[in-house]
């Protein structure tokens, strides 16, 4: 089945310094990917939707200022949280899209967990 | 509005079945998904039903209802590994997952 990696898996920073994550599709193009944050016994939360050279879609509530995305190719897209503060801290999912497959289908990357000091 | 309902939480025992129901309100639906979350990891995609009725996998079945907003996951004799969180999602008119909160299932010896 297609895979979806994410780096770095977990990563702790001090309040105020930005920190990216990537989000990569191994075999296969991604044409949509999706950024979500869960918090500790909720349930997902869609943060944006990014389409390959395009900018991203931003849900209500969602600074978009505040979270960075680039979907500069078909296989990899970047959420780079600027300015973290503790609030911050959450566990980043992001899914994609096959583009030539079932349309339906997201697969999902393993999480990055953030923590903010 | 868009809604998603499911249980909050759900206990069964080691090679028993369970049934966890989930109910959806969407602008348009092409779909529902089930996928399995262990505490710390992401989702995991579990099944996808379009149409009416029952679709098995193995010891996990899943059932839609689209004339009554309705779906539920069936798991069958159950392990201890099944421990774990299971979302409910339905996909809308725009293609966009809308989740429930997740059920979680205590699977006890």
């Known amino acids: 089945g297609a895979v979806v990696s994410q780096h770095p898996s977990w990563v702790i920073c001090k309040s105020g310094t930005s920190v990216k994550i990537e989000c990569r599709s191994l075999d296969f193009q991604a044409t949509t990917m999706f950024w979500y944050r869960q918090f500790p016994k909720q349930s997902l939360m869609l943060m944006a939707t990014s389409n390959e050279g395009s900018k991203a879609t931003y849900e209500q509530g969602v600074e978009k200022d505040k979270f960075l995305i680039n979907h500069a190719s078909l296989t990899l897209s970047t959420l780079t949280v600027t300015s973290a503060h503790p609030e911050d801290s959450s566990f980043y999912i992001c899914s994609a899209r096959d583009g030539l497959g079932d349309y339906n289908e997201q697969f999902f990357g393993p999480g990055t967990r953030l923590t903010v000091l | 509005g868009q809604n998603i309902d499911q249980p909050t939480e759900m206990t069964a025992t080691e090679g028993a079945i369970v049934q966890i129901n989930c109910t959806y309100q969407t602008s348009g639906f092409n779909g529902l998904f089930w996928y399995q979350q262990h505490a710390g990891e992401a989702p995991t995609f579990l099944s996808y039903?379009?149409l009416d009725g029952l679709e098995e996998k193995g010891r996990f079945s899943s059932f839609l209802s689209r004339s009554k907003g309705y779906s539920y996951l069936l798991l069958k004799e159950l392990q201890m590994k099944d421990s774990a969180s299971y979302l409910c999602?339905?996909?809308?008119?725009?293609?966009?997952?809308?989740w429930g909160a997740g059920t979680k299932l205590i699977i006890k010896p």
């Open positions: 039903n379009v």
């Open positions: 999602a339905a996909l809308d008119s725009n293609y966009q997952l809308i």
